[in-house]
Structures are given as structure tokens and as C-alpha cells.
């Protein structure tokens, strides 16, 4: 009954939250509270209704690049630990018998909790990965807490700040701030490119 409970609580949480998106985020640059900016930035990555990139460059453009990054790193940190920490405790033993019928994730199950901070660490790095299903993943799997919380807080690092710098660099020069954005997605591009065709010479 608890787990029906808390993914209740979840689902009215995400409800609001959609509902209200564009007052929050609004709300975020007439409002100098830095705790509040972090509940806010952790409300955002917890219920993921907006990308959480342009999140990040709205507090960027208002606040600047410094404030903006480690108010995004600190409450997208604190929403991973709480998925982590409910799919963990709630969920685990249903969706974990689900994960070992699946033979391909199966095999890549075994990978991740045999290099559970190379695994959590590269799938942070990847933009194409919903970071949500990366926490909920972790928590599923044998993924020790304080590897999950150290490669977490360490992967989230590249991506928050050039995203923090793209918005507060918008303010002066919109076409600077468009320039780091098709830089960053055309790194990672090559990146997942390079991946694959060395997972294919694997194979």
C-alpha cells in the first residue's frame, strides 16, 4: 500500500508541477532565494514537465553562470537521490525480476554492476539518455549508493555548466549562446558515433 501511496503522492506532484511550469520557472527569475532556487531546480529534475537544458539557461541568463550551475547541479543531484532512493526501496524486487527476462538488458545489467561508476558516469555524459530512467535504473540494480551519488555529482558536472554559461552568455549575444549549444550536441554526437562503431567492431 505504501508504494501505491508514494507513486500517488509522484503523479499529483508531476501534475501540479506541469500545470504550473511556466509560473515556476517565472517564478525562478523575480525571486533572489537560493534555497528556493534549489527546491525549485530540484522540483524541475524530479518532474522532468521541460527540458531540464532550459532550465538551466533561464537561471543562467538570470542569475549568471556561477549561481545558476551549482544551484542546478545541487538540486538535480538532490532529485537523483530521491529517485534513486524510491526505486530502490519500493520497487526493486518487482522491476528487477522484470529487468532479468530481458535478455539483451539483462547481459547489460551484468556490465553495469560489474562497473557500476564507469556505467552511472557515461550515461550522465550521454544527452540522448533520459536521466530520470538513469536513476531509476540505478536504483533497480545493485548500485551502491555512494557510487551512484559520486559518479552522479560528477557526470552532471560538463553538461550544467556549458548549458549555465549558453544562458548567461544569451543575455549579450544570442547567437553566442546558439553557437554553444550546436557545439555541445555536436561533440556528443560524435561521441555516441565513435561508440557505436567501436560496439560494432566488438561484435
Known amino acids: 500500500m505504501r508504494k501505491w501511496l508514494w507513486l500517488l503522492l ?30 525549485i531546480a530540484m522540483l524541475f529534475a524530479l518532474v522532468p514537465v521541460i527540458p531540464y537544458k532550459f532550465v538551466i539557461a533561464a537561471l543562467g541568463y538570470s542569475y549568471g553562470t556561477t ?23 519500493a520497487f526493486r524486487h518487482q522491476a528487477r525480476t522484470y529487468l532479468d527476462r530481458i535478455r539483451g538488458l539483462s547481459r547489460f545489467t551484468t556490465w553495469m554492476e560489474a562497473h557500476p561508476f564507469m556505467g552511472i558516469m557515461t550515461l550522465r555524459l550521454l544527452p540522448v539518455v533520459p536521466q530520470t530512467a538513469v536513476n531509476i535504473y540505478a536504483g533497480i540494480t545493485y548500485t551502491p549508493f555512494w557510487v551512484f551519488m559520486v559518479a552522479t555529482a560528477i557526470g552532471k558536472m560538463p553538461a550544467i555548466l556549458i548549458f549555465a554559461y549558453a544562458g548567461a552568455q544569451a543575455e549579450t549575444s544570442i547567437w553566442g549562446s546558439l553557437l554553444i549549444f550546436v557545439g555541445y550536441f555536436a561533440i556528443m554526437g560524435l561521441v555516441l558515433l565513435l561508440f557505436r562503431v567501436r560496439s560494432q567492431k566488438k561484435t
Open 10 to 39: 509522484y503523479v499529483l506532484l508531476a501534475g501540479v508541477t506541469f500545470i504550473y511550469r511556466y509560473e515556476l520557472l517565472a517564478w525562478t527569475d523575480q525571486n533572489q532565494s537560493i534555497p528556493l532556487l534549489i527546491i
Open 67 to 89: 549561481t545558476a550551475a551549482w544551484v542546478c547541479w545541487v538540486g538535480t543531484t538532490l532529485a537523483a537521490l530521491l529517485v534513486y532512493a524510491g526505486a530502490r526501496y
